[in-house]
């Protein structure tokens, strides 16, 4: 996956390539991150996610004292920061600078035009998407207007389009060989896009068959329900790779 992300340009220092802050292990996000921070040997700053309310006197000095280039979090964590950036001229003056890619895994609108006046991009990164494995925005020089656009394919990484009831609107499949199990030949992602007139994929929601067993995230391959049931049939109709 490293060498994916390499090779699209996301471990440029003006993308995902510097020091970072990193949520600890409370996403797979943060997991992800930590493995990068290894691979490209950059400095990773790991912050509980509470810290920001119960602590944020002790982020605020580890951020001063190691300021991030890059952010990957969900819109909660982005909004928190925010705020203590409003609220602690300390944080605009010596940490902001330092900034030069956020990457949000949700719609964070109202904090865009903030980070925008300091000159830091926000990425959006959707569904499936949001753990940078399968499509990204951020290797372009400047987000895209519409949010919800996935952006382009990571190298080695293929993409199919189901149809489902709905009119134009399709289940995203993948094929990747960067699955830590057998996944199949196709990866059932369950996100919900629509493929427009500009060939560029969008973002319309989840599909929400996905499940918590004893803590864990649970996905039903749509490939492992086929080798049991018979009936049935994952065929991928249309292909956008």
């Not at 493995?35 to 000095?61: K, M």
């Not at 896009?193 to 989840?206: F, I, K, N, P, Q």
């Not at 864990?216 to 749509?222: E, I, Q, T, Y």
Request: with cysteine; proline share 8%; glycine share 10%.
């Amino acid at each position: 996956m490293m060498a994916s992300w390499e090779s699209a340009g996301l471990l440029d220092q003006a993308r995902l390539g510097g020091p970072s802050i990193n949520p600890t292990l409370a996403h797979s996000m943060g997991v992800r991150d930590l493995i990068r921070a290894l691979f490209t040997g950059s400095t990773a700053l790991f912050v509980t996610p509470e810290w920001l309310t119960t602590r944020p006197y002790q982020v605020i000095r580890a951020l001063t004292l190691h300021p991030p280039a890059h952010l990957t979090c969900g819109p909660a964590l982005l909004h928190t920061l925010a705020f203590l950036a409003r609220k602690f001229p300390m944080l605009q003056e010596r940490v902001l600078p330092h900034v030069r890619c956020v990457v949000s895994s949700g719609t964070a609108a109202d904090v865009i035009p903030d980070l925008a006046h300091h000159g830091i991009p926000v990425f959006n990164a959707l569904g499936a998407t949001e753990t940078l494995q399968v499509t990204t925005s951020a290797t372009e020089e400047r987000p895209p207007q519409d949010p919800a656009i996935l952006g382009g394919v990571l190298p080695g990484i293929s993409l199919g389009l189901l149809p489902t009831p709905q009119p134009e609107v399709y289940e995203l499949q993948v094929r990747t060989p960067f699955g830590a199990c057998d996944l199949g030949e196709w990866w059932d992602s369950g996100d919900l896009v629509s493929l427009g007139e500009d060939g560029a994929l969008r973002h319309v929601g989840r599909r929400g068959h996905d499940f918590v067993q004893t803590g864990h995230g649970v996905k039903l391959s749509r490939q492992a329900l086929a080798r049991r049931y018979a009936g049935v049939h994952p065929d991928v109709t249309m292909f956008h790779v």
